[in-house]
């Protein structure tokens, strides 16, 4: 029998309560196959104040299996703790709850063991393997080791299918691996169909089309075709709430298992605590990765998350059929009459997020972030779980155990500093930006969990670090700010080799950190602790605005780790950054010596260059004089003099304006920043748009964020659009799109808002320039000492 392999990448994770004792599943991806480790009759554990020995003791009394130790760890009240080992995992379960109707908190009860098990050995995602024996294919009762450095290639398939409109199931398409292949339902056509030729990328090369006489059919050529070809993860677009959900409903009506996991098991679904109708599909050695989780992990925005609309901005083409109106009627036609086209389209879909995926490296990313977080690679959020994952075994190393969630009460803390801004058109204003603010806050100061149980309780003031509100951080006893520093260091060694992927995931959950210590659901959570970093935020970007101002420049804006400096003359771009330079090394400096004398406190807080803007705008809030936040356009110019146009926050950088109104704003301030003539540009904009000349510019596009029906006092534009289009939809017999909410485009006609789809009057011109270009047009000529109805009033026809 050959020896197993030596290192691996967990894929997936699981326990189970066995007479035994509980049984972890780890699932590792190895540069030779996959792999299954068994870890047989764990003994789990939690925690519990040693002053409720005697409560407890009268519990286990009835519960076998269950024994209490004493431990060198105390709680955060400073009490001493036991440990309460149990046989099997439920248990800690039971009796929690039956403690918890006494008043006693049974801590850390709710770490299930798979990740215990990691989380104690500083596992993330590689593992290297020792000892074991190999039985029934499984290694059993090895030793796993972190191998953070180990990355296999995983084999992945993407998955999507094509229905009718009732989610009656046509087609599933496999591409990504050698078999690429598109079952689907029906007989193969009586005249002979030529083969898909192979082809470049941009199209679906040659792939089978195996016809099946049943849904039964194709469910059991699907379980055999994951047997035959074993793919690591599942890609595709809403591939777990659309394609998965049908496949397993279409086996389910048909009275045959959907077998998708390794070794044929089903998938196992189970819902979201929180998300009502939200489902995840775990299944034993298969990763399942949906693209739109993916991109939005990676903090990406799109106008629309569709696969149609994130195609075209990634790649530059979309899908076959694009109108979503037509596609279902083109997607009927071609099962009814064309098979092998609706097999095209079908494994073309495939395609496409196979190439979203290699572009924007999301297999990488999440393989990453995996290996960042400690969280399985299909798992895009849990920034709580992260936190945990690296906090729970530094902190028992300590000497301390975790609370539970909910143990703290309180309200939220200030959020980050946002100085009110001066608005105007300015020449050369500079960016500073504070590095990984909170993350530096937190390094400098000591910010942490158990430096706040340990410096409130610590005699010695000498031995304390003063916060905001009077509390005190232990200078010695501490565990979050070392796992920064760690991430910190890897993250500067990712970005120096050029490691995109790794870079982002390292930099995302560090940031995540602070977020974490203000969210009630972390056992950790603690108003004083999230506040002592957000609130130092506050003090040093307002030290950092008396710094500027003492050397003769003005601060006009702030936001959180940004501060924006006019310089108060034009520069010259050599000039400005030589500024800049000079400010960095000043501000560093001031707080490095600062803090070495008011609290022998070494500082990691470092200010950054990060943008010299050659003209910059910073609107006024609409109908004030009161200058906006979150909201500035510039003409930035790079070191080598390359210049480029920064839109923050303003309507052409908005989704909910129209591309009208968007395109109008970019075009007024890009004359305006680069001196060109701009009168003549406004009149003509607003005269083309009254001619109808700018009619493809006019659609809005909102989300509704609610059903149709849950909206009743207040009807805004996009919900009468929605259930003026929905009421079409049900006259043609077409799927009603709006019921559940989601995206709506719509026009303004002379009577009201009418949706693309079914759109029979005239359009309101003036809606558009009175709503959309005005409004734009008021807050650019304003500060410049004009307005846009002087410019157009001549123009007797606009007004």
């Not at 008043?103 to 989380?119: F, K």
């Not at 104690?120 to 029934?136: D, H, K, Q, Y």
Request: hydrophobic share 40%.
């Amino acid at each position: 029998m050959p020896s197993p392999p030596r290192q691996g990448f967990i894929l997936t994770r699981n326990w189970r309560d066995t007479p035994a004792g509980t049984e972890i599943e780890y699932w590792l991806a190895t540069d030779s196959g996959p792999l299954k480790v068994l870890l047989t009759a764990q003994t789990s554990v939690a925690f519990v104040e040693a002053r409720h020995q005697e409560t407890v003791q009268a519990q286990l009394r009835s519960m076998a299996g269950v024994e209490l130790r004493p431990l060198e760890l105390k709680s955060f009240h400073q009490q001493p703790v036991l440990g309460v080992y149990a046989k099997q995992f439920r248990q800690l379960g039971r009796l929690a709850r039956a403690l918890q109707q006494q008043g006693v908190s049974l801590l850390e009860a709710d770490v299930r063991p798979h990740e215990r098990y990691l989380m104690e050995r500083f596992i993330t995602a590689g593992v290297v393997l020792e000892g074991g024996r190999l039985e029934n294919a499984a290694l059993l009762d090895c030793k796993l080791l972190p191998a953070p450095t180990f990355r296999p290639a995983l084999k992945l398939v993407s998955l999507d299918i094509e229905t009718s409109q009732h989610q009656e199931l046509y087609s599933i398409a496999l591409d990504g691996m050698a078999e690429r292949v598109v079952f689907m339902l029906g007989e193969p056509p009586t005249e002979p169909v030529e083969a898909a030729e192979p082809s470049d990328a941009a199209g679906p090369p040659g792939f089978a089309l195996v016809y099946c006489e049943s849904r039964k059919a194709m469910i059991s050529q699907l379980n055999d075709w994951f047997v035959r070809n074993d793919p690591d993860v599942i890609i595709g677009w809403n591939v777990i709430q659309f394609d998965l959900r049908v496949l397993q409903k279409t086996a389910d009506d048909c009275a045959t298992p959907l077998l998708l996991g390794r070794g044929r098991t089903p998938i196992a679904w189970r819902t979201h605590p929180g998300k009502q109708g939200y489902l995840f599909a775990p299944m034993p050695g298969r990763a399942v990765i949906d693209g739109i989780e993916a991109l939005r992990a990676t903090m990406r925005n799109f106008s629309s998350f569709s696969l149609e609309n994130v195609s075209q901005e990634l790649l530059g083409e979309g899908k076959e059929i694009g109108d979503e109106y037509d596609k279902m009627a083109e997607i009927e036609r071609r099962y009814q009459h064309d098979k092998p086209a609706l097999a095209s389209y079908n494994i073309q879909d495939c395609a496409l997020v196979l190439r979203i995926f290699e572009k924007v490296k999301l297999l990488q990313f999440a393989m990453e972030r995996a290996h960042t977080t400690g969280l399985q690679l299909d798992h895009f959020g849990g920034s709580i779980a992260a936190f945990s994952h690296h906090y729970l075994p530094r902190m028992h190393r300590q000497g301390y155990v975790a609370p539970n969630v909910g143990d703290v009460l309180g309200k939220s803390s200030p959020g980050g500093y946002v100085m009110d801004s001066r608005p105007g058109f300015y020449d050369s204003v500079l960016v500073l930006d504070y590095k990984s603010l909170y993350p530096s806050i937190i390094r400098t100061f000591l910010v942490d969990p158990v430096g706040l149980a340990e410096g409130m309780h610590a005699p010695d003031p000498e031995r304390q670090i003063r916060g905001p509100g009077g509390i005190l951080f232990s200078r010695e006893k501490h565990c979050l700010p070392e796992i920064v520093t760690t991430l910190w260091h890897a993250r500067d060694k990712a970005k120096r080799a050029r490691n995109e992927p790794l870079s982002q995931a390292l930099k995302l959950v560090m940031n995540s950190f602070a977020g974490v210590l203000g969210a009630s659901e972390c056992r950790f959570f603690n108003p004083a602790l999230i506040s002592a970093i957000t609130l130092r935020g506050h003090e040093m970007v307002k030290r950092t605005r008396d710094l500027v101002q003492q050397r003769g420049y003005e601060a006009i804006y702030g936001d959180t780790d940004s501060i924006f400096i006019w310089l108060k003359r034009t520069h010259s771009n050599e000039e400005a950054q030589a500024v800049a330079a000079e400010l960095v090394q000043d501000i560093n400096t001031w707080w490095a010596q600062g803090l070495r004398q008011e609290q022998d406190l070494e500082s990691f807080l470092e200010i950054e260059f990060d943008t010299h803007y050659k003209k910059f705008f910073m609107p006024t809030i609409r109908g004030s004089d009161v200058g906006s936040k979150k909201r500035y356009a510039g003409l930035s110019v790079d070191a080598a003099g390359k210049e480029a146009m920064v839109y923050r926050g303003l309507e052409m950088a908005r989704s909910d304006w129209t591309p009208l109104a968007r395109q109008f704003q970019e075009g007024l301030l890009s004359r305006v920043f680069q001196g060109v003539p701009y009168r003549d540009y406004v009149i003509d904009y607003a005269q083309a748009t009254l001619a109808g000349q700018k009619d493809d510019l006019l659609i809005y596009r909102k989300r509704l964020r609610h059903r149709l029906n849950e909206y009743v006092a207040n009807l805004p534009p996009q919900v009468r659009a929605a259930r003026m289009a929905d009421a079409h939809n049900e006259r043609l017999g077409r799927p009603l799109q709006y019921q559940s909410g989601g995206w709506i485009r719509y026009v303004m006609t002379r009577n009201g808002p009418e949706p693309l789809e079914a759109r029979r009057s005239a359009m309101d011109y003036q809606h558009y320039v009175a709503k959309q270009l005005q409004p734009i047009a008021d807050s650019i000529l304003q500060p410049l000492g004009e307005s846009f109805a002087a410019l157009v009033s001549p123009q007797g026809e606009l007004f």
